[in-house]
């Protein structure tokens, strides 16, 4: 069945830089374009960019300049990185399956709690 | 980019009652537009696309509709599962932009 896994630090400095994995399984990388939405505490959610599954990118304009999307279609696995993070990017990080024929989130992952703190 | 705006921001309502969400978008979107529904402590799901189908299992007590600008989600006759938070979104797109969310409670 599909599932999507988030896996990241936890725990990042200020200023430091962000890394967050999504590893896929039950369906190919190639296929399927792979989001990014990100959830701080209590509030709503951000769109924060995507990959598609031709590998091109597309990302949220308030972010663009601090963000970075990439995969490796061979491990199933795509990646996130932020630079230079900020207290309030503390949030639940989520990655989620870009369903192709309505364009639309259609499997989500549990999400990975990062908090940024000193 | 495209601003979503939905209303009200909180509902308070009791089993068995029928309610209404809307999203209003900052400009045409024609019907690319998806609801999610995310329940305390759990990843969004997706509800509705392309602004009034359904996405697989969801009840139909559940409605969507609305084109260019305006939509609204329906439930009717809510059920104890139903209390959670609301999300629109357009697909009209990237970037793609989430309404603020309206977080339905239990009267």
């Known amino acids: 069945q599909v599932q999507l896994k988030e896996s990241g630090p936890g725990l990042v400095a200020p200023s430091q830089s962000l890394s967050i994995t999504c590893t896929v399984s039950g369906f190919s990388l190639t296929g399927y374009g792979v989001n990014w939405v990100r959830q701080p505490p209590g509030k709503g959610l951000e769109w924060l960019g995507m990959i598609w599954g031709d590998g091109s990118t597309d990302y949220n304009s308030a972010l663009k300049s601090r963000l970075s999307i990439s995969k490796d279609n061979s491990k199933s696995q795509v990646f996130l990185k932020m630079n230079s993070l900020q207290t309030d990017d503390t949030a639940r990080y989520y990655c989620a399956r870009e369903r192709p024929a309505y364009y639309a989130m259609d499997y989500w992952g549990q999400g990975t709690s990062v908090t940024v703190s000193s | 980019d495209i601003q979503m705006t939905q209303s009200p921001a909180s509902l308070s309502a009791s089993v068995g009652e029928t309610v209404t969400i809307t999203c209003r978008a900052s400009e045409n979107i024609y019907s690319y537009l998806l609801w999610y529904q995310q329940k305390q402590g759990k990843s969004p799901q997706l509800l509705v696309y392309?602004?009034?189908t359904l996405a697989e299992g969801v009840p139909s007590r559940f409605s969507g509709s609305g084109s260019g600008t305006q939509f609204s989600l329906k439930i009717n006759s809510l059920q104890p599962e139903d209390f959670g938070s609301y999300y629109c979104q357009h697909h009209y797109g990237t970037p793609y932009t989430f309404g603020g969310g309206t977080k339905l409670e239990i009267k």
């Open positions: 392309n602004a009034k």
